[in-house]
């Protein structure tokens, strides 16, 4: 069984300074599922999505990934603290993407694809250039591969970010509200490149404010308030007939 | 049918192109006259003083001190900056370390070294042979260490005259590069900072080390913002290794004023040593346009708040043009 588990979070904290963000997440994502996560803003969304690729260090509970501690090693009954090069690797097979997209600017879209499966995975330039025109292709940008980030819609921009985090094979991808800086009629593209993504059967965790996409392809949906999971389940019914009285609340803003 | 179309065009009233009377500028052509004059009297005043003795400066223009003081002042600039970049780099990423040691020794070196005036250094480094006659490398405490166990311990591994170490060139190098890295430190460290902090999380992300991040990601769009206040570090330090003639060290300044006090042409040579530095500052500024040109990469196309800037003021949208 615990093979199967992808992601696994249990009681996890994290406090900024004094203000507690996370109060104790309890999750566990299985292989080739697809978890949204909701939630009004400030509740510890972002937050929890940069713990599990170690952006954020936790304070308490234990969290893992693919049956790996997220930037510990445990010997002995005791904790031992990841060097630098081992969490980078732990980091490597997690594919994120960013809501402000975060490609190289002074790199052209193949460029910022190629990056690191060239200086991380040591693959030649002619393999990456292989591998990323195809990644480039499969999301529909087949003909800007030699644009700047500036040259690009946003949604172009966002794309080419997702093939950016698939050229490294992860086995994972976060989504950190992909298409929340879009504009409306871009949004479309760049989901249905996570729909595809999501057929082949990778697992996502997405945080998104798009219903739709949730009740699409999530198999799982989460809502959380205030650093905690307040409501799960199958997003259908969720979405349907909430229970927990936020999530009728939020939900009733956002349908 | 093509006539149709044209004759559709005008009916639907393409309106005319303007031709509306320029506004009058007669304050400019008054002003202009009034350089034109100032300009031609300066000229004048030029040809014919006979104090600028432009047949000895043309005579002593490429004579053998003079081009080997001009090859010297080459070589202190370039030795001298690409010290300071160096340690400007160094310094910065030590400043922006989250190791507090690390960065408080970083802030202290471009405390001292900002505070402290080019030619005290040069003539102090012209001298500092007088505190060490010699430097050795070893072991740190090796002879207290060997002492303190009754031992007589020597893991001297080099020892060096610090006259011959601390020549004059060498002298001046390191107190323009020491005093440059200073300046370059906190131009670097503005430039890192002006990168997102999107950008080194994106390539942590992706699983890149902290040294990669910075090479490939964070460096090259700092440079942007590095490159244009380098151009001027250059230029002016060009300028500064004329401080070296103090040291002393016989670069281009030191030998235009030892042809001048042995020829009694003081204020000639003064000008010759002018023409070349104006010569020499002149190439650095065109190659200043064109390295500027080539760090813009990739921001070209929408308008950044420097092009708009630009745009604003009236001037061609180039980024980041080379204003000294
Ligand atoms: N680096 C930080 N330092 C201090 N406080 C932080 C930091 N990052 C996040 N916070 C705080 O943690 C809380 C949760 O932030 P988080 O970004 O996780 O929320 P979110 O659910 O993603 O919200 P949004 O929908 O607006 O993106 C907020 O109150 C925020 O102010
Ligand atoms: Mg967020």
């Given at each position: 069984m615990s093979d199967d588990v992808m992601v696994l979070a249990e009681a996890v904290h994290k406090s900024f300074g004094r203000t507690e963000v996370l109060k104790g997440i309890d999750l566990s994502v299985r292989r080739g599922q697809v978890v949204c996560i909701l939630g009004p803003s400030g509740s510890g969304k972002s937050t929890f999505l940069r713990c599990i690729n170690h952006l954020e260090k936790i304070n308490a509970g234990r969290l893992s990934v693919d049956g790996q501690l997220v930037g510990y090693t445990e010997r002995g009954g005791r904790l031992h603290e990841c060097k630098d090069s081992e969490i980078a690797a732990q980091r490597r097979e997690i594919g994120m993407v960013f809501q402000q997209f975060n490609?190289?600017?002074?790199?052209t879209a193949l460029e910022n694809v190629c990056l690191a499966p060239i200086k991380v995975r040591g693959l030649s330039g002619a393999d990456a250039r292989k591998r990323g025109g195809e990644l480039l292709t499969q999301v529909g940008l087949s003909d800007r591969m030699d644009s700047y980030p500036s040259q690009l819609s946003g949604g172009q921009q966002q794309r080419v970010a997702i093939a950016r985090a698939l050229a490294m094979d992860p086995k994972l991808m976060l989504f950190d509200?992909?298409?929340?800086?879009?504009?409306p009629e871009l949004v479309g593209d760049v989901l249905d490149v996570m729909k595809d993504l999501a057929r082949s059967g990778m697992t996502m965790v997405v945080v998104t404010h798009e219903i739709g996409f949730a009740r699409e392809v999530g198999d799982d949906l989460v809502f959380m308030d205030d650093g905690v999971i307040v409501e799960q389940g199958d997003p259908r019914e969720v979405l349907a007939n909430p229970r927990n009285e936020r999530t009728k609340q939020f939900l009733s803003k956002v349908l | 049918m093509t006539s149709d179309s044209a004759s559709t065009d005008v009916a639907k009233g393409a309106p005319e192109a303007i031709k509306a009377i320029p506004v009058r500028h007669p304050g400019r052509w008054v002003a202009m006259a009034v350089i034109a004059v100032l300009v031609a009297m300066f000229v004048h005043m030029l040809i014919t003083n006979?104090?600028?003795h432009w047949s000895f400066i043309w005579d002593n223009l490429f004579t053998p001190p003079v081009l080997a003081g001009a090859r010297t002042t080459i070589l202190l600039t370039v030795g001298a900056m690409v010290v300071g970049v160096v340690l400007g780099i160094i310094a910065a990423v030590m400043r922006l370390s989250p190791n507090r040691v690390l960065s408080t020794v970083a802030f202290l070196y471009t405390w001292f070294f900002r505070a402290v005036p080019r030619l005290l250094l040069c003539v102090m480094f012209g001298t500092a042979g007088i505190l060490y006659q010699h430097l050795t490398l070893g072991f740190p405490f090796d002879k207290q260490l060997g002492d303190l166990f009754g031992l007589n311990v020597d893991s001297t591994i080099l020892t060096v005259d610090m006259n011959t170490l601390l020549s004059g060139f060498m002298a001046g190098l390191l107190a323009l590069g020491l005093s440059e890295g200073a300046y370059m430190a906190e131009i670097v460290r503005a430039g890192i900072l002006s990168v997102g902090d999107g950008q080194a999380e994106a390539a942590t992300a992706l699983g890149m080390s902290r040294g990669l991040t910075m090479r490939r990601v964070v460096l090259p769009q700092a440079m942007r913002v590095i490159v244009p206040p380098t151009g001027n570090e250059v230029i002016a330090m060009l300028k500064d290794t004329s401080l070296v003639a103090y040291v002393p060290y016989a670069e281009l300044f030191f030998n235009y004023e030892a042809i001048g006090s042995r020829t009694f042409q003081i204020f000639p040579a003064l000008i010759g040593a002018l023409l070349w530095y104006l010569a020499m500052s002149s190439v650095l500024l065109v190659i200043q346009y064109f390295v500027e040109k080539r760090f813009s990469r990739g921001r070209t196309v929408t308008g950044t708040g420097i092009r708009l800037a630009f745009l604003n003021r009236g001037k061609p949208s180039t980024v980041g043009g080379a204003d000294v």
């Open positions: 490609l190289f600017p002074h790199m509200e992909p298409t929340s800086a879009l504009d | 006979p104090q600028f």
